[in-house]
Structure formats: C-alpha cells, structure tokens
C-alpha cells in the first residue's frame, strides 16, 4: 500500500477498479476537498485488503477506507455522511426530509441492494466455490443490475419529469452512488438503455469535472 496526491488530513484508501470507492471519491471532489491516495490492490498476492496491517484498519477487509487524525470510517456511505458532517458545504443531501430520504432511497437501491450482490468477493465465491463459470456469473450480476436500475428509474419516473441529476440542480449522494454503479454496468456489459432517466442522469454526470477525476482510468494505482 502506497500513499500518493495532496494533503489536507484526509487519506482514502482505496482501489481503482472498486465501485464503492469510486463513491467517495466523487463525493470528495464535489465538497472540493484535497486527500491522500493509499492504494489497496483488491488482486495482488490475493488481494492486500486481507493483510494484517489492512485489518487492523478496516476489520472488514474493504475498501474504501477514510482516515481523518484519530478517525477511521469505512463503509462507503458511512464515509459520505461523515464528510457531510466535517464538510457540510456543498452538500450532497437536500435539506427537506422528503426529499432527503428521496435521494438516500436511490443511494441505498445501489448500495444495499445491487453492488453487494456484484463485488469482488462475491465473484469469486461464486467462482470458486459455486463453480459458476464466467457466463454465469454475468449472468447473475445483470440479473441484480436490470433490478437496482429499474427501480431507480421507477422512483425518477414517480418525480416527475427527468433532470439532470436525481434531486434538484447539483449532483449528491444519489448521483454519485448511480454513476459509479453505471461504471460497474459498463464493465459487464449491461447496457442503460431501458432506463432512459438513468441514463440521461449518468451522461449528464459523467461530463462533470468532480466524476472525471474520481473516474478509475484516472485513478493512481490503475494500470
């Protein structure tokens, strides 16, 4: 694990390819702020989020992992709340309640319900231990995928008609959730047309110069 990039006492540690560290670093550069980068190869030697430096870190061994002084937060949304807290403007999170739980509502359809279902370990297991070969195993992810996206664009589709961006005029906590879960889309070829509200959210955001630095191709550790 190597550090890397600008310091204003954040270090994320993080891996180019994973999707949920993807979240926060976009999250990072909407609020602006500067941070370390210290790589975790989720492959390398079988992987580094399993050493035992790693896990003293992060008991769960994944990444993304935020340390800031004394404070260690993991767990990608946990981490976007704690910036929310320590650097609350821009915010990623309207100020109404309704509309609060509208956008919490899209980032947790992609976070609970679809990326846990297409991560890494996940993969594997069904590899390795299930004996689903390749096929099958995208086979399953775009099962999880077509679901986590529908019923994105249902709860769009229930707002009215489509913006820019989830909520409002600024992306947030949903569209950084959606975006790097499109990326994860991309990658395995499953393809956003059927849900012309995301899509036009993901094109939108994509273009943003927040989302094209946290992008993973642009990424320290990606290859």
């Known amino acids: 694990m190597a550090e890397t990039g600008g310091d204003n006492g954040l270090v994320l540690y993080s891996y180019w390819r994973s999707t949920a560290a993807f979240r926060v670093r976009i999250a990072l550069g909407l609020k602006?702020?500067?941070?370390?980068?210290?790589?975790?190869?989720?492959?390398?030697?079988?992987?580094?989020?399993?050493?035992?430096?790693?896990?003293?870190?992060?008991?769960?061994?994944?990444?993304?992992?935020?340390v800031h002084g004394d404070t260690v937060v993991s767990?990608?949304?946990?981490?976007?709340?704690?910036?929310?807290?320590?650097?609350?403007?821009?915010?990623?999170?309207?100020?109404?309640?309704a509309d609060r739980a509208f956008v919490r509502a899209i980032a947790l359809d992609i976070a609970c319900d679809v990326h846990p279902l297409n991560n890494l370990r996940v993969q594997q297991y069904l590899g390795r231990e299930m004996g689903q070969d390749e096929a099958a195993r995208t086979a399953w992810m775009h099962h999880w995928m077509k679901l986590g996206f529908g019923a994105v664009e249902g709860r769009l589709a229930g707002r009215g008609p489509a913006g820019d961006v989830c909520h409002g005029e600024a992306p947030g906590l949903a569209d950084l959730c959606l975006v790097a879960q499109a990326y994860n889309a991309d990658r395995f070829g499953f393809a956003l047309d059927p849900f012309p509200r995301v899509a036009r959210i993901v094109a939108h955001c994509r273009k943003l110069a927040p989302f094209v630095a946290a992008a993973p191709e642009a990424q320290p550790d990606a290859p």
Request: glycine letters at 10%; one cysteine or more.
């Open 32 to 66: 602006g702020l500067s941070w370390r980068h210290a790589g975790v190869d989720l492959v390398r030697d079988g992987g580094e989020q399993h050493a035992e430096a790693f896990r003293e870190l992060n008991p769960a061994g994944l990444v993304p992992a935020l």
């Open 75 to 97: 767990q990608s949304l946990a981490i976007c709340d704690y910036l929310e807290d320590v650097f609350p403007e821009p915010a990623l999170l309207p100020s109404g309640p």
